[in-house]
């Protein structure tokens, strides 16, 4: 199979390069506030002891250590990311814990169906940054037995997400996206499956049946304290991300910007940490075919 289709080379630059270091960074933010969404989904839709589940866009493997601990020893959990720095941390620490039945590979979902055949595919956000995300999930259809499913966690908008929202407009104040950069992006984003129609016309685009989409309100931490907070959107997310893109000319307004976002994120602060609102969409398809066997 070929590593990855032309139309991600971008994408899994920007993931193995200045993402990767991002989430390095903010690894505990991430993992522990993000994770939530995550674990909710996991509760709604169990893996089964004894099952095989493929996780996609794994990024560090936590999610694919905690399905592994679910399905138990008699059951395997498949871990795949396009970027080869994720995995080779992910495969690092399953080795240190001396975890057996987890297993990571490098593989873009997109350019052919991950190797083995799963009961379950799950994805936490990693699933919002295919080129061509009918293509990609197709793949993932013919990876699951007959039978198998699909969950992910996907962002809802981006109104519905003030941990993120709030920033970027601030940021934009300043300074907005520019019109062409150098630095590579990720693709169609974040909230690219925000939309409920949108996101069940790929899934049926793609072959799946039975879909559901359960709206997730949860609040998430974006930092320890005031400082790690202003330090956190100013690095991801698109408040990060003009930022980013915007690189040296933008750097005189670093100070005004982050000025304005501690003003605003001192609203969320309390004594956990600076907290914001996140909303989620835990969505589940099945790979069954259709009463009309479509
Ligand atoms: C927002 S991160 C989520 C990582 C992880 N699931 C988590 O919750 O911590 C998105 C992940 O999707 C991966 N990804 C992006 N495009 C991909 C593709 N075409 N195939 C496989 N993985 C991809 C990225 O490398 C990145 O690790």
């Not at 009961?119 to 013919?142: C, E, H, I, K, W």
Request: proline fraction near 6%.
């Amino acid at each position: 199979m070929q590593q990855s289709v032309e139309a991600n080379e971008e994408a899994i630059r920007a993931w193995d390069g200045p993402l990767f270091e991002r989430f390095v960074q903010y690894r505990h933010l991430l993992s522990e506030g993000l994770g939530e969404h995550g674990e909710e989904a996991l509760r709604v839709h169990p893996p089964r002891a004894g099952e095989r589940v493929l996780d996609i866009g794994c990024g560090f493997g936590e999610t694919t250590l905690r399905i592994a601990e679910l399905v138990g020893p008699q059951g395997a959990a498949v871990g795949v990311d396009a970027a080869p720095r994720f995995i080779e941390v992910a495969q690092d620490e399953a080795s240190e814990q001396g975890i057996e039945n987890v297993s990571y590979a490098v593989a873009d979902v997109e350019a052919g169906p991950p190797a083995g055949r799963f009961d379950m595919a799950y994805s936490r956000f990693g699933t919002m940054f295919f080129a061509n995300p009918v293509a990609a999930l197709r793949n993932v259809r013919q990876a699951l037995a007959p039978a198998g499913r699909l969950v992910m966690v996907v962002w809802r908008s981006k109104v519905e997400n003030d941990w993120v929202y709030n920033a970027q407009q601030i940021t934009e104040k300043f300074v907005t996206k520019p019109e062409e950069y150098d630095e590579p992006t990720c693709g169609p984003g974040p909230f690219s499956m925000a939309n409920a129609d949108t996101t069940s016309g790929i899934l049926l685009s793609a072959g799946f049946h039975a879909i559901t989409l359960r709206r997730c309100d949860l609040p998430v931490s974006i930092g320890r304290d005031l400082d790690e907070a202003v330090e956190f959107v100013m690095s991801l997310g698109p408040a990060g991300e003009i930022l980013r893109l915007a690189g040296e000319r933008a750097e005189h307004l670093h100070e005004p910007v982050a000025a304005a976002l501690r003003e605003q994120l001192g609203e969320w602060l309390g004594p956990d940490g600076v907290i914001g609102p996140a909303s989620t969409w835990i969505v589940s398809a099945s790979a069954a075919p259709d009463r009309d066997g479509s």
